[in-house]
């Protein structure tokens, strides 16, 4: 819907025009900058086939819109990377089918064929976090104020990213420490044994047990130990203790580490500050608010999307909430209580959102939740349900710490913004998939069944069609 003022923008790029700013655009130039070399590496064939006679005249919509899928490709690819790197045992096999099936998620692959930011966004985002994977910071921060050049709302996945790796740097270090005395320890032992040889008898199989006790130590700086470590993680608050005093015994390790990052942020709340707001263009249409009904809203979408894997949580939801009645019970109530609360005092419709009804939002918000006035009400235990499923999914692999996180990145991204735009859930949705533990083909071949489903409706209706605005006086929206 944005392409009016994208492709315009960008056009102005190809001739050399930087100045000139269209005042309804609200995020940073970074997309336009990226399709420059990607129209460039294009213009010697197209000029030697006599298609163009200058560079500008190259930047078609076409042309601009086709740079997306160069960044979906690239995408793809750091999904192919952080799989192999987070999960090396999945397997080169696996891990490219995982990739093929996230090319595939609908919210992903639509805006792959149209001139918007979120593609590039996307990997922008996914590189920052491959980086840091490696303990590239420089490079990862980098790469985050690349992100950040794209979509100013990616500062929170910087800090997201930021914050889990320094937390991994932590542990990491703990357990090589503990590794390294482990090992020492060992020697000590052997050398008093050796030492005490002389003066007592050794019974014959006493080498074999401790050669097996030196083997069975962990190295669990891996990616791999880490997951398997996870299943026997303390609670929440027991690791926010351990992480002080790491951090504390760590902190000029971890500040000249991550300095890079604060850097970064620094420059970005000038900038904020300069500017007067978060966008650039449109501020009145896009003020910060209270929206945490959207919260809820992505939750839904996002176990949709994963609609095999959350089913099977049910289950293991239900099992723990039998094994911890009374506890069970007070959590789900206050679950319960802050969906009812989320819904009715912080659900907003954006002007936006009803004046044009060429979004699946306007639809669903028409139709659904708009149908009766209990619907909203109705749908808040299936709210519920999608965030248990999730927290549920991510706690099998990863820290306490680490969803907790991950849950606060996602309310800073999505509860400021009015309107509903289910393409702002990509980006937690891939870090959402990327870290669930589900291996089996037929859960992978249903979510692409799905996917595929999705993509063919949404394309035919895009293709097959057509709308046009309807002139009338005092109407603004498109007509089928």
């Not at 991550?258 to 966008?279: E, T």
């Not at 895009?462 to 006086?473: I, K, S």
Request: hydrophobic share 50%; proline share 5%.
């Amino acid at each position: 819907m944005d392409e009016i003022f994208h492709v315009p923008q960008a056009q102005k790029y190809c001739n050399g025009d930087f100045r000139s700013w269209n005042p309804m655009i609200t995020t940073p130039p970074g997309l336009y900058y990226l399709s420059l070399p990607h129209v460039a590496s294009l213009f010697p064939g197209m000029w030697f086939l006599n298609k163009i006679s200058s560079f500008s005249g190259l930047c078609s919509t076409a042309v601009l819109r086709s740079a997306n899928g160069t960044f979906a490709v690239i995408c793809s690819v750091l999904v192919y990377e952080i799989l192999m790197h987070l999960r090396p045992v999945l397997g080169k096999r696996k891990a490219t089918a995982y990739s093929v099936l996230m090319a595939l998620y609908p919210l992903h692959w639509f805006f792959t064929f149209l001139f918007y930011t979120d593609v590039a966004s996307l990997g922008a985002v996914l590189a920052m976090y491959l980086a840091c994977l490696k303990r590239q910071y420089w490079l990862s921060a980098m790469l985050g104020a690349l992100s950040i050049f794209i979509r100013q709302t990616n500062v929170v996945w910087m800090l997201f990213v930021a914050s889990v790796g320094a937390i991994d740097y932590l542990f990491d270090t703990r357990q090589k420490d503990h590794v390294q005395k482990e090992g020492r320890k060992i020697l000590t032992d052997k050398d008093s044994l050796n030492a005490g040889q002389k003066s007592m008898p050794r019974p014959p199989n006493i080498r074999r047990r401790k050669m097996d006790s030196s083997k069975s130590t962990v190295d669990y700086s891996t990616p791999q130990s880490r997951i398997v470590s996870n299943s026997f993680s303390p609670g929440l608050l027991n690791e926010f203790q351990v992480i002080l005093v790491l951090l504390w015994s760590s902190k000029w390790k971890i500040l000249t580490s991550f300095f890079p990052f604060i850097v970064v942020l620094a420059m970005f709340i000038s900038f904020v500050i300069w500017n007067g707001s978060l966008v650039l263009g449109a501020k009145e249409a896009h003020t910060a608010s209270t929206h945490f009904a959207q919260m809820m809203y992505f939750s839904l979408v996002s176990a949709a999307a994963m609609a095999p894997v959350s089913l099977c949580q049910f289950a293991h939801i239900w099992q723990y909430f039998w094994k911890n009645k009374l506890s069970g019970v007070l959590q789900g109530l206050v679950a319960l209580i802050a969906g009812f609360i989320s819904v009715h005092f912080f659900s907003i419709a954006h002007p936006y959102l009803l004046a044009d009804n060429r979004h699946y939002p306007f639809y669903l918000w028409r139709k659904v939740i708009n149908a009766h006035w209990l619907m909203k009400y109705l749908l808040v235990p299936l709210y519920i349900y999608s965030w248990l499923s999730i927290i549920k999914t991510l706690g099998k692999t990863q820290r306490k710490i680490w969803v907790l996180l991950f849950v606060l990145a996602c309310a800073a991204v999505l509860v400021p913004s009015p309107l509903i735009e289910f393409r702002y859930y990509t980006i937690p949705f891939f870090f959402l998939v990327l870290h669930s533990d589900f291996e089996d083909y037929i859960s992978w071949g249903l979510m692409g069944m799905i996917y595929l489903s999705v993509n063919i409706f949404t394309m035919a209706i895009f293709l097959f069609l057509p709308f046009h605005w309807d002139h009338e006086p005092g109407i603004q929206r498109f007509i089928w």
